[in-house]
C-alpha cells in the first residue's frame, strides 16, 4: 500500500488544518495517523477501521481532532481545530491490512512519508 499525506503547514495556535492521505487502493482495513514531535517518540494521534467504525484518539488530542474517511477516493482525512503549540510535529499516515480490537501501532505496516505541522503561539 503507498500512501501520500497532504495539508502540512504553519498555523497560528487555535487555528485549523486539514490533512489529507490517499492509498494506493489496496485492501487496508485499518488507517491512522501518527506523529512525532521533536525529541519524543512517535505517537497515536487518531485510527479507525476502513469500514468508519472504531475510532480511537490520543489523549491529547480528543475533542480537538477528528478521523474520517472517504472510500470513493481512497482517502483519509484528519481535521485539526484548536490547534496548540504541542500539536507540532510530523504528521504520518499508516495503514493496516488487518483490524482488531487493541491494535498496535506496530500493526501498521504501511507508512506515508510524513507532512510537518508547526504550530505558532
Known amino acids: 500500500v503507498q500512501l501520500q499525506a497532504s495539508g502540512g503547514g504553519l498555523v497560528q495556535a487555535g487555528g485549523s488544518l486539514r490533512l489529507s492521505c490517499a492509498d494506493s487502493?489496496?485492501?487496508?482495513?485499518?488507517v491512522g495517523w501518527f506523529r512525532r514531535a521533536p525529541g519524543k517518540e512517535r505517537e497515536l494521534v487518531a485510527m479507525?477501521?476502513?469500514?468508519?467504525?472504531?475510532?480511537t484518539y490520543g489523549d491529547s488530542v480528543k475533542g480537538r481532532f477528528t478521523i474520517s474517511r472517504d472510500n470513493r477516493n481512497n482517502t483519509v482525512y484528519l481535521q485539526m481545530n484548536s490547534l496548540k503549540p504541542e500539536d507540532t510535529a510530523v504528521y504520518y499516515c499508516?495503514?493496516?491490512?488487518?483490524?482488531?480490537?487493541?491494535?498496535?501501532?506496530?500493526?501498521?505496516?504501511?507508512w506515508g512519508q510524513g507532512t510537518q505541522v508547526t504550530v505558532s503561539s
Open positions: 487502493g489496496r485492501i487496508v482495513s485499518g
Open positions: 499508516a495503514a493496516s491490512t488487518r483490524w482488531y480490537s487493541g491494535i498496535k501501532e506496530s500493526d501498521f505496516g504501511s
Open positions: 479507525m477501521s476502513w469500514r468508519g467504525g472504531g475510532k
